[in-house]
């Protein structure tokens, strides 16, 4: 296993969650990537996805939408969750120092910061869903039940 995939495995058992990532050397990039790698519905993939809640003072802070892989995040219902004015797209080096992961491998909980988690409601519509474990190649399945519990996110329409 790689070993940033280890230590999310690691971080996820410290949150009560037994995780069994499975590797695909052809790539789970993008949720498409993704989607086609493990042969499930595009709507099963979970996008974990890194902004900046901005508020009109000025003040801002990361949070991490967790988004259908059918759907595009809507900002706006994303910054009314988190009480803020508006978001911005988090940049590369924002998600790493805030998630512990490089884009393309972020993992919906186990982040290296404590960061505010919601959740696309539309993803409670599947058994089953699959989301990043650490690394562009490695995912795992879970019930949208443990991506609530595991995240300890708020459920949200997140959908545009
Ligand atoms: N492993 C896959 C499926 S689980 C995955 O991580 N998908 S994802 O959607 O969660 O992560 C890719 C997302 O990262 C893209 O949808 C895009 O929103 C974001 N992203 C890609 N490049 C950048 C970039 N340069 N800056 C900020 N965000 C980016």
Redesign the pocket.
Same mark, same amino acid.
């Given at each position: 296993m790689h070993p940033t995939t280890a230590a999310f495995v690691e971080a996820a058992a410290a949150l009560g969650l037994r995780v069994e990532p499975r590797r695909f050397p052809e790539g789970? !990039?993008?949720?498409e990537? %993704?989607a086609a790698a493990i042969g499930v519905d595009v709507g099963q993939? +979970?996008?974990?996805?890194?902004f900046r809640a901005v508020r009109d003072d000025g003040s801002g802070f990361v949070v991490m939408a967790l +988004?259908s892989?059918r759907n595009r995040l809507d900002e706006a219902a994303l910054a009314l969750a988190a009480g803020a004015d508006h978001t911005e !797209? %988090?940049? %590369?080096a924002e +998600?790493r120092a805030a998630t512990g992961y490089a884009?393309?491998?972020?993992p919906p909980f186990g982040h290296a910061t404590a960061l505010p988690v919601f959740v696309d409601r539309d993803l409670l519509g599947y058994d089953e869903v699959? %989301?990043?474990a650490g690394t562009?190649h490695d +995912?795992f399945p879970l019930t949208p039940d443990e991506l609530v519990r595991g995240s300890g996110g708020t459920l949200a329409d997140l959908a545009r």
């Amino acid at each position: 296993m790689h070993p940033t995939t280890a230590a999310f495995v690691e971080a996820a058992a410290a949150l009560g969650l037994r995780v069994e990532p499975r590797r695909f050397p052809e790539g789970t !990039r993008t949720a498409e990537d %993704a989607a086609a790698a493990i042969g499930v519905d595009v709507g099963q993939i +979970v996008k974990s996805l890194a902004f900046r809640a901005v508020r009109d003072d000025g003040s801002g802070f990361v949070v991490m939408a967790l +988004v259908s892989g059918r759907n595009r995040l809507d900002e706006a219902a994303l910054a009314l969750a988190a009480g803020a004015d508006h978001t911005e !797209r %988090a940049d %590369a080096a924002e +998600v790493r120092a805030a998630t512990g992961y490089a884009i393309g491998g972020v993992p919906p909980f186990g982040h290296a910061t404590a960061l505010p988690v919601f959740v696309d409601r539309d993803l409670l519509g599947y058994d089953e869903v699959w %989301a990043a474990a650490g690394t562009p190649h490695d +995912v795992f399945p879970l019930t949208p039940d443990e991506l609530v519990r595991g995240s300890g996110g708020t459920l949200a329409d997140l959908a545009r």
